[in-house]
């Protein structure tokens, strides 16, 4: 499998902020319920997800709800808890989502995000 590049994913920038709520559609090439079987799977990720800033762990959303909709296809709702100034949060979210993916032999062919 041939690495994937964010900007190649995440296309759909859109503008958001604290107290919105941002809805996830991703697909992806490969079985997610397999992915999940290790107990590792994507719900868990973003449920979990933050990043480094300064020296300080950043945790922008809060996971409202998450669908396994198909093998290769979820639905996510995100709570916008705190929002960076500098920083495209969406697109580091993505990032990592897509290295962990494809370190398992996925990759998304899909990445939607709406308000």
Known sequence: MKSQEVHEIYTNKIEYKKGNTLKLLVCVEGNLHDFAANGFGVEVILHN??????????????????????????????????KSTTMDEVMLLCNDVMDILNTYDLSITKWEVHL
Not at 61 to 77: C, G, P, Q, R, S
Request: aromatic share 14%; charged share 30%.
């Open 49 to 82: 997800w933050a990043y480094m800033d300064k020296g300080k762990t950043i945790k922008p959303f809060k996971l409202l709800n998450y669908v396994l909709i198909d093998t290769d296809k979820f639905e996510a709702h995100l709570d916008v808890i705190k």
